[in-house]
């Protein structure tokens, strides 16, 4: 399968700063990515749908004023989740692929606001 | 709105059991299903993916069904073994989005 990289794997930061979450398909390209959180005990869910060039598609209820998604290329997008609050904390992971194919994901960033 | 539901919701059994996964979900209009494997604090290892077309698909121990018309995957894990112990989970291509279950959380134990 393809090979997605996404870093970093786990992020402490302090309540008020911003973190970058970077992913990186390695192995192919593609014109559409997206982001998803996941809870503790709970299944993934869809925040945002991004394609190269455009601004990204958010999800009902997801603030993209906090979720700054920048899809720089073919192989690469970050998320950025600005001024982050403790009920930010989640596990954020990412996924490339076009919409109907077999999705890669990357390995996840676990965050923990303080 | 698509909903996919996963059960049993946990799952506890000795080494060398077969073992029998549930998805189901409510809207029959799916491009894929694709069954994932998540390790605690890890990301997402793709194990199986059925088109819509499709009525199974087999890799090793891992046998997955799609009754499309009915709404229902099954997984079957052949003699279960300690490092299948993880989260499995059931998603489905719906339109342009990628809808997962609640999971099932399987441990095999010695």
């Known amino acids: 399968g393809a090979v997605v990289s996404q870093h970093p794997s786990w992020v402490i930061c302090k309540s008020g700063t911003s973190v970058k979450i970077e992913c990186r398909s390695l192995?192919?390209?593609?014109?559409?990515m997206f982001w998803y959180r996941q809870f503790p005990k709970q299944s993934l869910m869809l925040m945002a749908t991004?394609?190269?060039?455009?601004?990204?598609?958010?999800e009902q209820g997801v603030e993209k004023d906090k979720f700054l998604i920048n899809h720089a290329s073919l192989t690469l997008s970050t998320l950025t989740v600005t001024s982050a609050h403790p009920e930010d904390s989640s596990f954020y992971i990412c996924?490339?692929?076009?919409?109907?194919?077999?999705?890669?994901f990357g390995q996840g960033t676990r965050l923990t606001v303080v | 709105k698509q909903e996919v539901t996963q059960i049993p919701a946990a799952l506890s059994v000795p080494e060398g059991e077969n073992l029998v996964l549930n998805c189901s979900f409510t809207?029959?209009?799916?491009?894929?299903l694709q069954w994932f494997r998540q390790d605690p604090g890890k990301g997402l290892t793709s194990l199986l993916l059925i088109q819509s077309s499709q009525r199974e698909q087999t890799s090793g121990r891992l046998n997955a069904s799609l009754d499309k018309s009915s709404g229902r995957s099954t997984l079957y894990i052949a003699a279960s073994q300690p490092g299948d112990s993880a989260t499995y989970l059931c998603?489905?291509?719906?339109?342009?989005?990628?809808?997962f279950g609640t999971g099932t959380r399987l441990q095999v134990f010695p």
């Open positions: 192995d192919f390209q593609a014109t559409t």
């Open positions: 809207d029959s209009a799916i491009y894929n």
């Open positions: 991004s394609n190269e060039g455009s601004k990204a598609t958010y």
């Open positions: 998603a489905v291509h719906n339109t342009d989005k990628l809808i």
């Open positions: 996924r490339w692929g076009h919409t109907n194919t077999e999705a890669f």
